[in-house]
């Protein structure tokens, strides 16, 4: 199931406001709901093993954890990219999301594990030698 950024527009504050609650000092989204196999109370969302981001069901689309954190917190959908300052992607408080750009969210990226230099944008270029991009 892939994520539903380009529908968010079709949940309302209220209507996320009505499923769920947020703290913004732990990040944790709760249900205030009670469900098949959901308590009053619980967290919300599952951790993607990959990216490391939580995600959450609403109306049988999944949704980022941390766009929701924002929506809850301010009201309104962020417009835009956000970006976990710490780049712990399961981190939600609210002082550890900010609104970004494209290159701003990249930019904030641990090292790969591919890099064997120890330094971000540098790479063996063969016969050139080392290169920074």
Not at 32 to 40: M, Y
Not at 50 to 70: C, D, F, N, P, Q
Request: include cysteine.
């Amino acid at each position: 199931m892939r994520y539903r950024e380009d529908k968010e527009a079709e949940l309302s504050h209220e209507t996320v406001s009505a499923m769920y609650s947020y703290n913004p000092e732990t990040g944790d989204i709760r249900h205030l709901r009670v469900g098949r196999g959901i308590q009053h109370g619980s967290i919300a969302g599952n951790i993607n093993s990959i990216t490391g981001h939580i995600a959450i069901k609403i109306e049988s689309r999944l949704y980022r954890a941390h766009r929701v954190a924002w929506l809850l917190h301010y009201g309104d959908w962020p417009c835009g990219f956000i970006d976990h300052v710490n780049e712990v992607k399961g981190d939600n408080r609210i002082t550890n999301l900010r609104l970004c750009t494209s290159s701003q969210n990249h930019a904030n990226t641990g090292i790969s594990i591919q890099n064997t230099t120890g330094h971000k944008n540098v790479s063996w270029s063969g016969r050139k030698g080392w290169r920074v991009r």
